[in-house]
């Protein structure tokens, strides 16, 4: 079975356990969400054909990853003006699974959680919870912490780790020097996100825009 949707402005034919790659959509890695604008369906007797879209129809997918496309160059000139322009761009994207294709107005079913195994009388002690959490490796100025959810890629959970390194506002991001880029890297196994989601340039043009 198949479904035409429609997200961002687009088309797109899926069936389930296809991973697709759409403009935006809020939400971080792990999160379900579900698809409303079904324009057809197909695969099982006859096609359905919305009016423009299908009655009680959608489809339920799990956000994988919050990335961005290969950077285009965009270069203008006008002739005998002396004008020119050149410009990049990165396209945000969302990476999405499709888990299901709903009919009949259904709900999509709660992944279930795997079950947790007992440790064994010999295992050793799980570690506490607050071990997990990254040591600090800044000094977090005083005053009002700033929203780094702003910051695309960032969602609630990184922005606790963030802070809890000392990092709370975007003036600190848009400083980093190439040795806390390392820092921070190391610290959150980024492998170079800091660079390739351009955190110090969001963090400058935000900061810019609080004063």
């Given at each position: 079975m198949f479904a035409v949707i429609r997200t961002g402005g687009k088309q797109y034919k899926v069936s389930q356990g296809d991973v697709i790659r759409v403009e935006k959509l809020a939400g971080d890695a792990g999160d379900q969400i579900q698809i409303d604008d079904v324009l057809m369906l197909g695969g099982e007797g006859e096609p359905q054909l919305g009016t423009p879209l299908v009655d009680g129809a959608s489809v339920a997918a799990e956000i994988l990853e919050q990335t961005r496309a290969a950077k285009i160059t965009v270069f203008k000139k006008k002739r005998r003006k002396n004008y020119r322009r050149k410009k990049g761009h990165r396209q945000h994207l969302t990476c999405l699974k499709v888990t299901d294709i709903l009919t009949g107005g259904a709900k999509p079913k709660k992944a279930a959680k795997p079950k947790a195994e007992k440790p064994k009388a010999e295992?050793?002690?799980?570690?506490?919870?607050?071990?997990?959490?990254?040591?600090?490796?800044?000094?977090?100025?005083e005053g009002p912490a700033d929203d780094l959810k702003k910051i695309s890629g960032v969602g609630p959970v990184l922005e606790k780790k963030l802070n809890a390194l000392g990092i709370t506002t975007y003036a600190q991001v848009a400083a980093f020097s190439p040795e806390d880029i390392a820092k921070v890297d190391d610290a959150l196994s980024f492998k170079g996100r800091i660079d390739r989601d351009d955190w110090l340039g969001q963090a400058s043009k935000l900061a810019a825009e609080a004063k």
């Open positions: 295992a050793a002690p799980k570690p506490a919870k607050d071990e997990a959490a990254p040591a600090a490796l800044f000094t977090a100025p």
